[in-house]
């Protein structure tokens, strides 16, 4: 992320989707709030490699499309999350940033990706499952990044 993609990741955050299912630690987000957090958390996860919020860019103008985080890395293996926001939704944006985090991956040594899905979450199980990921047993109570807990449904890849 930079300092440009502020405006469009604080504008994506107010979307009801984004809200109910992207489970984004903060309530609100400003684009200085945004700013804040690139150049402190998001900065420091980067570097330590401990955790990695990206930009989904457009390839042609690298206007902010979405956002997809790697957090929770292990050694092995690492959970994934994303959101598009709403006026580039329809274009399957979500699953070719799966493809790129993929790729991704396999050149940190990762084996496996991890992601979950709130059961009512028809859009995201679909984009899931069309990049390959297979789920991992049934919906069950879990703590989500925002802290609440959802009815959860967990997704793996192999990479
Ligand atoms: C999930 C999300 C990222 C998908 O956005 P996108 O990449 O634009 O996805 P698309 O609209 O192109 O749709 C991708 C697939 O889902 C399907 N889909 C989309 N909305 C759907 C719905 N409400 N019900 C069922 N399927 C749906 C599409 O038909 C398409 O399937 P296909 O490729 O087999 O034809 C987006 O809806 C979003 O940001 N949601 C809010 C945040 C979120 O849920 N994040 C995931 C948390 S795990």
Partial sequence: MSDEDA???????????VRRFAHLPLEKYSPQIVRELIHSVIGAGLRDGTLAVLT??????????????????????????????????????????????LQISRILGLKRLRARTVQDNPASERVLL?????????????????????????YLIEV
């Fill in 7 to 17: 405006e469009a990741y604080a504008a994506g955050t107010g979307d009801a989707l």
């Fill in 130 to 154: 069309n990049a390959g990921f297979k789920q991992e047993g049934e919906a069950r109570p879990e703590i989500v990044p925002s802290g609440k807990t959802e009815m959860s449904v967990s």
């Fill in 56 to 101: 989904i860019a457009d390839s042609s103008s690298d206007s902010f499309l979405g956002s997809l985080v790697f957090f929770d890395i292990n050694q092995d293996d690492a959970e994934i999350g994303y959101w598009v926001a709403p006026e580039h939704r329809g274009r399957k944006v979500s699953g070719r940033a799966l493809a790129l985090a």
